[in-house]
């Protein structure tokens, strides 16, 4: 009987190591997305401040501990905390996705010494950067304090980011613009394509404090009116 309270204590504990562990991952994305964002954009050097690739692999192994200790706590305990535990997972998935695209940009980078200029679309790409550098904190404040109306307040947000990427990316296939060459083109197009999924993420993960599971990576629906 002892050893059975133990088993559950330390699941308990586990399934708090997981939640603990996939915010220190989300911390950590952020880190490497300003690294990276600056190096590409404000720097003519291929020189980043800490070892990206590193990190990635760091989180990787999160990844891999968060749903080790997922499963050993839902083994133990059967369906109690089921949901949280499954939710935990799916945001975990969203965390590491962002951490490969962080890591894309800072491939982009190390491939494109100058520092990134946009050209005609330096002003998209900096409305597009503000977006990313107001979400990702205020995601990392929802999840460690569960708060849902921030979360709430982030998913009514108008996501202009979508459809911003779509126009440049027409803009850059279609028309003959002289502004920029043709591989400040082809960086300047992957780096608003891994923006765009790394903002698609960070809207998953707010989805998951807000939704039931089933509509994890939805926005919310619209409350009915009473009349």
Same mark, same amino acid.
């Given at each position: ?40 954009? &404000?720097? =003519?050097?291929? *020189?980043?401040?800490?070892? #990206?690739?590193?990190?990635?692999? $760091?989180?990787?192994?999160? +990844?891999? /501990? ?55 679309? &330096?002003? =998209?790409?900096? *409305?597009?950067?503000?977006? #990313?550098?107001?979400?990702?904190? $205020?995601?990392?404040?929802? +999840?460690? /304090? ?82």
């Amino acid at each position: 009987m002892f050893k059975k309270f133990k088993e559950l204590f330390g699941s308990e504990n586990l399934l708090d190591t997981a939640f603990y562990t996939t915010i220190k991952m989300l911390k950590s994305d952020y880190k490497m997305y300003q690294a990276s964002r600056a190096t590409l954009r &404000e720097t =003519d050097t291929t *020189e980043l401040p800490f070892d #990206i690739r590193k990190m990635d692999r $760091r989180i990787n192994k999160y +990844l891999r /501990e968060v749903r080790r200790n997922v499963l050993t706590h839902l083994t133990i305990v059967g369906t109690q905390n089921i949901v949280p535990g499954l939710v935990l997972v799916s945001i975990v998935i969203d965390v590491e996705r962002i951490g490969d695209y962080t890591k894309n940009i800072s491939e982009l980078a190390v491939m494109h010494p100058k520092h990134l200029k946009g050209g005609v679309f &330096e002003k =998209d790409l900096v *409305e597009m950067e503000k977006v #990313i550098g107001d979400i990702f904190p $205020r995601v990392i404040r929802v +999840l460690e /304090e569960q708060d849902i109306d921030e979360a709430s307040a982030i998913l009514q947000q108008e996501d202009k980011t979508g459809k911003t990427v779509d126009h440049v990316l027409y803009s850059l296939v279609t028309k003959n613009n002289k502004t920029i060459t043709t591989s400040t083109a082809i960086c300047l197009a992957l780096y608003i394509r891994h923006m765009k999924r790394i903002n698609a993420h960070l809207t998953n993960i707010a989805s998951a404090i807000v939704n039931p599971f089933p509509r994890i990576g939805f926005r919310q629906k619209p409350m009915n009116k009473k009349k």
